[in-house]
């Protein structure tokens, strides 16, 4: 796999991965940068327009919030107060993310969740060598 990017870029993109200031989103998608990948972002023509999309391996990535997608971890504690509408509203975002999922994989979809609490600075390193083995997974399946 060609890199394209400079010994510079590559640095500075690893360095983004590692910082906590970085949004979630973005230190996956510099990870897979600094790896060669090319990708696409939110592509609205996929349903629940997944966050980065590997076209060439059929991969769609979600980063979800912990809090916003009813992740079972302690990040997504509800609130103390109007805690029965916030229930409903994520149980509502739950449900349609259940859906898209679905309808991505009958589309021939392969689909990665990385859930924010994964990317911590203790786990960051483990949760994105599972992804690049997944996309490697799924590259032998596609050759
Ligand atoms: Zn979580």
Same mark, same amino acid.
């Given at each position: 796999m060609a890199d394209v990017l400079s010994k510079e870029q590559r640095?500075? !993109?690893m360095s983004m991965v590692k910082s906590k200031n970085t949004k979630p989103e973005i230190q996956v998608? !510099? /990870?897979?940068?600094?790896?060669? *990948?090319? /990708?696409?972002?939110?592509? @609205? +023509?996929l349903p629940g327009k997944p966050d980065i999309v590997l076209p060439k391996y059929k991969i769609a990535i979600f980063?979800?919030?912990? *809090?916003?997608?009813?992740?079972n971890c302690r990040y997504a504690k509800l609130p103390a107060t109007n805690? &029965?509408?916030?229930? &409903?509203?994520i149980k509502g975002n739950v449900v349609r +993310?259940?859906?898209?999922i679905? &309808?991505?994989?009958?589309?021939?979809?392969?689909?990665?969740?990385i859930w924010q609490?994964?990317? @911590?600075? @203790?786990l960051i390193e483990t949760t994105l060598e599972n992804l690049l083995r997944d996309i490697d997974n799924a590259k032998n399946y596609h050759s």
């Open positions: 640095a500075k !993109c998608r !510099c /990870f897979l940068f600094a790896h060669g *990948f090319r /990708f696409r972002l939110h592509r @609205k +023509d980063v979800n919030g912990c *809090f916003w997608h009813g992740h805690t &029965e509408f916030w229930q &409903e509203k +993310d259940t859906k898209n679905s &309808e991505l994989q009958r589309m021939g979809w392969r689909i990665y969740i609490c994964e990317l @911590k600075p @203790k």
